[in-house]
Structure formats: C-alpha cells, structure tokens
C-alpha cells in the first residue's frame, strides 16, 4: 500500500518534473529518464517514492548552478533533510536521500552541455598553476580531516547525517559568492579554484560522488578509509606528482608514478590500520581509479564511488 505521502511524494516529483519539461524542451529528460528508472527499482526494493522528489530537486538544482534561481530550488534539500532528522527515520530513509542527492546531481551535470564544458575545461587546466594546486589540496586534506573525525567520533550513521546536512549549506554559500564576487571572500575563494574552472565545481562533484558513497556503505571503518582516499589520498597524489619528477603513467601520460604510488601508500596504510588488509586493496584501487580518471568523469566524483561500491561489499 502507497501511503498519503508516498502519494504526494509521487505526485509532486511528476508534477515539477513536467514543469520544467515543458519550461525547458530537451533540457532535463536524459535526467527524468535516469530518475525513472532510479524510481522504479526503489519503489519496488523498498516500497518507498520519496527520493523520487529528491532526485528531481537535485538535478534542477545542479542546473540553477550560478543563477539565482538556484536559491529557491537547493534550500527544499536542506528542507527535505532537517524533515528527515526530525522524523528520525531509519538508516535506509537516509542512504537513499544520500544516493537520490547524489545520483540527481551527476546525472544532471553529466547531460548539461555547459557543465560538461566547464568540466573538460578543468581537467586540461589540472596542474598548470602549481602554487594553486598545492594551496587547493592543503584545503582539501583539512576538510577530509574534519570529516574522517566526524565519522569516527559520530559513528557511521550520525557522521553521514552530519556530513550531508553540511552540504547544502555550503551549495548555497559557493553559488552566492560565484554570482558576488567582489567581496574578499569571495576572491579568496576563486584563488583556491582552477582559472578555467567556476567558484566550487569540483566541490559539487565530489560531494555528488561522497553521498553516493555513504548511502551505500554501512561501516564507520571503511567509509572513512573512503573518505581519507578521496580528501587526504588523491591531494597527496597530487602533491607528490607536483614535488618529484617521476615517469608518466603509460595509459594516462598526465599522470606520475610518484602520484601513484602517493595515494597507494598513504591510503593503503590509513586503510590497513583501520580494516586490515582490505584496506591495502582499497589503496591499491584509489591508485589505479586515480591514475584512470578522465573527462567527463572528474576524480572527485568516480573515485568514492567506486570505492563505495567495492566499500558494500567488503
């Protein structure tokens, strides 16, 4: 049985789903298509509509990205998400907002043209200003950091409470800065950011790929050996990369073998003193996911996801 809130969960999905089909011709439907089927397998795994109104915000809001119509559209996630916490539902109510969020998210950037040209335009820029790169990744490894404290102290469950509710906020702050950036903040911001690349898109993927990863992990160890790999592993790939001349890579030239060999060792050993020896394995794969990861598929994106799928099943 469909309850009223189910009903209205539907309802409202297909409601603003045609809305925006109709306001925009061809904009959003590879999206709706993916949310479908998305919708479908839920529906009949856990009898449930609700993400199905998450994913459709989600992929609206990704497109508002740096315009105003974003401000209306982001704050019904973090709406959606205090509802949750209020209601205190059950761990499966928030591993499938985490995926809905998630999913709508790279969905929406991935079928966006303008997306993906600011998307290729930072992956040719990856490395060009050295000072930058190095001042974006420290930036990078504290707030992995904070989050793998957050995990640990909180547990699994309330970390990624934490962690999500966290996101929106910083959605709507980096959009407003992208659309005023006279202020100082705002040009600290964009010091950190690529020159080719808008204020926080690497940002958006990663937190795309993160709740992806978190709605699909159920271990406060492995989870955040995912998270080291993607905030503190990739930076040190990175940073290695920049520091020692080393070979390329044969099958990605962009790529060292000291950047490699970086995210392997300190990953591997974050992940052999949490879980044992499965933690090498994951090192061993943020290694080779990393060296692989290529436009349109930032690594901030592809690298927790995969290693949240190989994290379920460990």
């Known amino acids: 049985m469909v309850n009223l809130l189910e009903l209205a969960a539907l309802i409202s999905a297909t ?51 740096y315009t105003r119509r974003f401000f209306f559209v982001m704050p019904l996630l973090l709406i959606i998400g205090i509802t949750l916490f209020a209601m205190r539902v059950q761990a499966i109510d928030w591993e499938l907002f985490d995926i809905a969020v998630g999913l709508g998210t790279a969905v929406s950037l991935l079928s966006d043209r ?21 001042a974006r990744d420290t930036v990078q490894i504290g707030a992995g950091i904070a989050m793998i ?12 409470i934490a962690i999500t509710m966290a996101v929106f906020p910083f959605y709507i702050i980096g959009n407003y800065y992208a ?3 006279g202020s100082s903040i705002a ?20 937190a795309a790929g993160i709740l992806i ?21 990739d930076p040190m790939a990175t940073l290695f990369g920049i520091k020692i001349n080393s070979p390329r890579i044969p099958y990605n030239r962009r790529k060292s073998v000291a950047g490699f060999m970086a995210i392997f060792f300190f990953s591997g050993i974050f992940g052999f003193f949490m879980i044992g020896f499965s933690g090498l394995g994951i090192g061993l794969v943020s290694a080779v996911v990393e060296s692989m990861a290529y436009y349109p598929f930032d690594d901030n994106f592809i690298l927790p996801v995969v290693l949240g799928a190989i994290g379920s099943v460990i």
């Open 15 to 65: 409601s603003l789903a045609i809305l925006t089909l109709l306001k925009w011709p061809g904009k959003f439907w590879i999206a709706y298509l993916v949310g479908l089927a998305f919708s479908t397998v839920v529906f009949l795994t856990f009898n449930t509509f609700m993400p199905a109104i998450v994913f459709v915000i989600a992929v609206i809001s990704a497109r508002a990205l």
């Open 114 to 134: 303008k997306s993906l040209h600011y998307a290729a335009d930072n992956d040719r820029s990856k490395g060009r200003d050295k000072r930058r790169e190095i």
């Open 149 to 160: 404290l957050l995990v640990l102290i909180m547990g699994e469950k309330h970390g990624r």
């Open 179 to 181: 659309l005023f950036p």
């Open 187 to 206: 040009k600290t911001l964009f010091s950190l950011e690529r020159e080719s690349s808008p204020l926080g898109m690497g940002a958006i993927w990663f």
């Open 213 to 233: 990863a978190m709605g699909i992990v159920h271990s406060t160890p492995i989870l955040a050996v995912i998270i080291f790999a993607t905030t503190i592993g």
